[in-house]
């Protein structure tokens, strides 16, 4: 058609490893938010809503903060899934795509067992950090009751 000069690069890139990772672990998130938000009370909405709390407000204060949960539990899904994709970062991010999983296997493929030793402890060392950051910042277990 002429719209474009040259072929557009869309496979190995950053963009690529990006738009696949969301959308394979996209579901996970929205999975974990809608059951969440399937197990409201709605009395809860009711009640903000005949104190005369408008739409937005009733998100914000009330609907928001009961789906803490839903969200805690998709945020750690889904960085930690993201933690562990080789194989998308692989296919789609190519040779020059090097994060720090791809590091770790070629440490080990290539028989340098410190260094895979030393990058592996980074991984989980900084799992462990930022999923404790995401726990602290959304504080999923101010959260009590049944939700019935």
Known sequence: LGVIDAP????????????????????????SIANTLAGLDQRYE?????????PIRTFLHVTLPLSTP????????????????YVTIALLGGPRSKLLVSLIYDSV???????AAA???VLLALALVLSGLIL????PARV???GR
């Open 119 to 121: 990058l592996a402890f």
């Open 70 to 85: 839903g969200i805690a539990s998709g945020v750690l899904l889904v960085f930690l899934l993201t933690l562990s994709a």
């Open 46 to 54: 009711e009640a903000a809503q005949a104190l005369g709390a408008g």
């Open 144 to 146: 009590q009751g049944s």
């Open 136 to 139: 602290a910042v959304l504080r």
């Open 8 to 31: 557009l690069d869309l496979l190995y890139s950053t963009e690529a490893v990006v738009v696949g990772l969301m959308t394979i672990l996209l579901p996970y998130m929205v999975i």
């Open 109 to 115: 493929v290539s028989f340098h067992w410190p260094r």
